[in-house]
């Protein structure tokens, strides 16, 4: 069982900067995939970013790339997205994923199935 616990969010005027953390617990938080997905009202969950066990590889959507960063502090079994440049379209509940069987990112990653645990979400709103 993994227990993962978002923080960070809040209300940011569009083009500021917001840093969402995710605490993991319950099993080695450096042998998984992580990630963070998003919800937008009325809308389905859509991939941001994803981070392998050591940190060495990332991905990104193309909706946020260069604007967002994923990294990981094993020792404070915390993953992070940075997110810089926000935009009003970047208006969401955004959630943090664990996929336990996976080390390294495969293009399953970028899909809601290819995670077994999930945070509860936090609100990140952009006003224009």
């Known amino acids: 069982q993994v227990q993962l616990v978002e923080s960070g969010g809040g209300l940011v005027q569009a083009g500021g900067s917001l840093r969402l953390s995710c605490v993991a617990s319950?099993?080695?938080?450096?042998?998984?995939?992580m990630g963070w997905f998003r919800q937008a009202p009325e809308k389905e969950r859509e991939f941001v970013a994803a981070?392998?066990?050591?940190?060495?590889?990332?991905a990104y959507s193309d909706s946020v790339k260069g604007r967002f960063t994923i990294s990981r502090d094993t020792a404070k079994n915390t993953v992070y997205l940075q997110m810089n440049s926000l935009k009003p379209e970047d208006t969401a509940v955004y959630y943090c994923?664990?996929?336990?069987?996976?080390?390294?990112?495969?293009?399953?990653?970028?899909?809601?199935?290819?995670?077994?645990?999930w945070g509860q979400g936090i609100q990140v709103t952009v006003s224009s």
């Open positions: 319950g099993r080695t938080f450096s042998s998984y995939v």
């Open positions: 981070i392998s066990w050591s940190g060495g590889n990332t």
């Open positions: 994923a664990a996929d336990t069987a996976a080390r390294y990112l495969l293009v399953g990653h970028t899909t809601t199935t290819g995670y077994d645990y």
